[in-house]
């Protein structure tokens, strides 16, 4: 029997079971037919070719931004917009299914245009075409949900700003903040007002959809995490492990700092795009940044030392500069440079009665740390 890669998971555990959508069916849909083509070193680079910039990640926030869209639309009153959304969200699992075949060499799909096209309305409009318009203009996918404000920095910074304008509108209106305002019972007809201004004309979608709301949670709590007041990078601790410089090689890891540092590729693409955060623009920064690592990795590794060993030549680098970036270290050995930091103690959280109450039950933290004896010759 032909089957694919997709992993079918059969268990009896309580918490998968609970959060099962058992009531929805699965989305099924003819797909065109991939082009029977022969194994050969022409088709696999042309497939791998086809595989850059793929357009999954796109497509897949468009159905996030409609699942917090939903929470907009109350199904009953606004079935309508609601169901409008559902199907939606529907095709678009065709149409991510599509992008990944196009890989295979089918037809690349197209997002709808009306999906993202806002309609103007005129003033010699009539008032049934004003509200067809309103109601197409409503489900139109112009924004990102309030969560995807700590993926991109420029879109937080462009909310702070806004967030702060109304703050100032709501103390001089009504002389309360405006996160106050948003949580008050019985608000006025005026203050009502200004809160759907700011929904409406906010940058971010502020729906109460479920990642909205475990985002805000996220925020009302405080983490207790504490920071060293100096910031001091402590990878230097760990570089000097008795090795000799190499002139020679000293003056190759200097040169793949420079490049490692040389960001003009990346400032094009801020150039070429006018939104910075842009998707495609993000996506591309990606690529570069990731191309320029790799062949940043491979020129270090072909010098054959051993993963202390760079990291010394790293650290005997940092000497030449006032400031230098340590992110380096981490881009160059990735996960290796574990291997070069002693192990500390470790802790987990374990069941106990006698512990700290977290998410209903009580736990302890256990020390799991185990006796490494490490190796200082390697």
């Not at 983490?223 to 410089?245: E, R, T, W």
């Not at 270290?329 to 103690?345: K, M, N, Q, R």
Request: hydrophobic fraction near 35%; charged fraction near 30%.
């Amino acid at each position: 029997q032909k089957v694919d890669g997709d992993i079918v998971l059969t268990t009896d555990n309580k918490i998968f079971l609970k959060g099962a959508q058992k009531h929805l069916n699965v989305i099924l849909y003819d797909k065109e037919q991939v082009p029977v083509q022969t194994v050969n070193h022409n088709n696999i680079i042309a497939t791998d070719i086809r595989g850059l910039g793929t357009g999954v990640g796109g497509f897949s926030n468009c159905a996030t931004v409609i699942e917090t869209m939903k929470a907009i639309f109350n199904k009953d009153t606004h079935k309508e917009q609601y169901d409008e959304l559902v199907l939606r969200k529907k095709l678009l699992r065709e149409i991510v299914g599509a992008e990944i075949d196009r890989i295979k060499g089918t037809t690349a799909p197209v997002l709808p245009s009306e999906w993202k096209k806002i309609e103007r309305i005129l003033p010699e409009d009539s008032e049934e075409v004003k509200q067809k318009k309103y109601k197409h203009n409503s489900l139109v996918l112009s924004k990102k949900p309030y969560f995807f404000r700590y993926l991109y920095p420029a879109l937080n910074k462009r909310y702070k700003q806004y967030e702060a304008a109304y703050d100032i509108l709501s103390k001089d209106m009504f002389g309360i903040k405006f996160k106050k305002l948003l949580v008050k019972k019985d608000k006025t007809e005026a203050e009502k007002n200004l809160v759907r201004r700011y929904q409406k004309y906010s940058p971010l979608i502020v729906s109460n959809c479920t990642m909205n709301l475990l985002c805000k949670e996220f925020e009302n709590i405080d983490l207790d995490i504490k920071f060293k007041d100096d910031n001091v990078n402590l990878l230097p601790l760990y570089q000097n492990m008795g090795y000799k410089a190499d002139e020679e090689i000293l003056a190759q890891f200097r040169t793949a700092y420079r490049k490692y540092n040389n960001q003009k590729a990346v400032k094009l693409v801020s150039k070429i795009f006018i939104d910075a955060d842009d998707e495609d623009a993000q996506e591309l920064k990606f690529y570069i940044t990731n191309a320029v690592k790799a062949e940043i990795q491979e020129d270090i590794f072909k010098l054959k030392l051993d993963t202390k060993e760079i990291l010394f030549y790293i650290g005997q680098l940092s000497q030449e500069y006032k400031k230098f970036n340590w992110g380096f270290a981490w881009d160059v050995l990735e996960d290796f440079i574990v291997s070069c930091i002693p192990y500390g103690h470790s802790y987990a959280p374990v069941r106990n009665d006698n512990g700290e109450e977290y998410l209903g039950q009580k736990y302890i933290l256990k020390d799991i740390s185990k006796e490494v004896k490490i190796d200082e010759e390697n």
